[in-house]
């Protein structure tokens, strides 16, 4: 049953978790700071908190006017997870790791949600989710990948809004997955699925095509169309879009966050984005467990190492794929360096 929404019971800490689109009604979680910082995503494998469901209209009449809300889109394998929590910085920013309310409108679109309406829906979500904790906060949300065909509609939504486009290098996110093992293999796929649906992939494939490429060729072909969404961003919104490598981030985080920090135009102090650094980089993003920047390294090495010959015949295909339909390998814009 679906319950109107007193506004006490609509505080920040209630998170807009899921969508019904049956009932048009969201579903609220309990999760303060402390839980949403620690868990990679915000799945219900790591939300357990009270549910609450309300009438989406009712929900949006019982929330403040909306927080600036910014974006990390990203094209999976890149430290994305480890910049969102970088970034949130009580009394500067809250972060949000993949909320699923966003991926239920994509699994909604492909069900053949009406256009309009699910535009409608989506721009009242991102009201529901640009809430923070402390007043004059920003919100920054960090999307599954599975969103990257709706960033453009969400840049358009929120005029306001900038975003960083995160990628790691083709080499290296082909090693992660490889390294992933069938789990990886079957993601790739199933991700191409999902892009093939969103009419996201343009590189000159029929879609017959990609049942005679190989696991680590589907991987580079969904690569290669969100680097081309990626670039395609920069040109549409030169002044607030930003790519970053994942690598030189990894290189120089301090210098990132400073740098993402200046972009979302986040109010805070050098001091603070130190500690963000030392307590964030030291760790992996996912469990928690103490891992530098050595260890990446050494990850990436054995990846490589293990895969070398697929990797590398993988990687000279996709440059050919990426000369013949425009596509840089290095995305334009860049945070650093740039």
Not at 17 to 31: C, I, K, L, M, Q
Not at 51 to 59: D, F, K
Not at 161 to 177: D, F, K, Q, T, W
Not at 244 to 257: H, I, K, R, T, V
Request: proline residues 6%.
């Amino acid at each position: 049953m679906v319950t109107a929404a007193p506004r006490l019971q609509l505080l920040p800490e209630w998170l807009a978790h899921r969508y019904d689109p049956e009932h048009d009604a969201v579903h609220f979680t309990r999760a303060d700071r402390a839980t949403r910082r620690a868990a990679p995503f915000l799945t219900d494998e790591h939300l357990t908190g009270d549910t609450l469901p309300v009438g989406r209209t009712e929900a949006l009449g019982a929330v403040p006017a909306a927080a600036p809300i910014h974006f990390i889109f990203h094209s999976a394998y890149c430290c994305s997870t480890l910049l969102a929590t970088a970034l949130d910085l009580p009394g500067t920013a809250s972060t949000l790791k993949e909320p699923v309310i966003l991926n239920d409108l994509v699994g909604w679109r492909h069900r053949g949600a009406p256009p309009q309406r699910l535009a409608e829906v989506l721009d009242g979500a991102l009201g529901l989710l640009a809430r923070p904790f402390e007043p004059g906060e920003a919100v920054i949300v960090k999307p599954s990948n599975l969103l990257n065909s709706l960033a453009p509609t969400m840049l358009a939504m929120r005029a306001e809004a900038r975003a960083v486009l995160l990628y790691a290098p083709l080499e290296l996110y082909l090693g992660s997955i490889a390294a992933k093992g069938l789990w990886g293999r079957l993601w790739v796929r199933d991700l191409l699925v999902k892009q093939l649906k969103d009419r996201f992939i343009d590189l000159g494939f029929a879609p017959e095509e990609h049942l005679l490429q190989t696991d680590l060729q589907v991987a580079a072909v969904g690569w290669l169309a969100q680097h081309q969404l990626f670039a395609r961003l920069t040109e549409q919104h030169p002044d607030r879009v930003r790519t970053c490598n994942s690598e030189l981030m990894l290189d120089a985080p301090g210098e990132a966050l400073s740098a993402a920090a200046r972009l979302f135009g986040l109010r805070t102090s050098e001091a603070a984005l130190d500690g963000a650094v030392a307590g964030a980089f030291s760790r992996n993003a996912k469990s928690g467990e103490a891992f530098g920047r050595e260890d990446r390294l050494a990850a990436q090495r054995e990846a490589a190492a293990a895969y070398r010959d697929e990797i590398d015949k993988v990687v000279v295909w996709a440059e050919e794929v990426a000369r013949g339909a425009g596509i840089a390998l290095n995305a334009p814009r860049p945070l650093l360096g740039g």
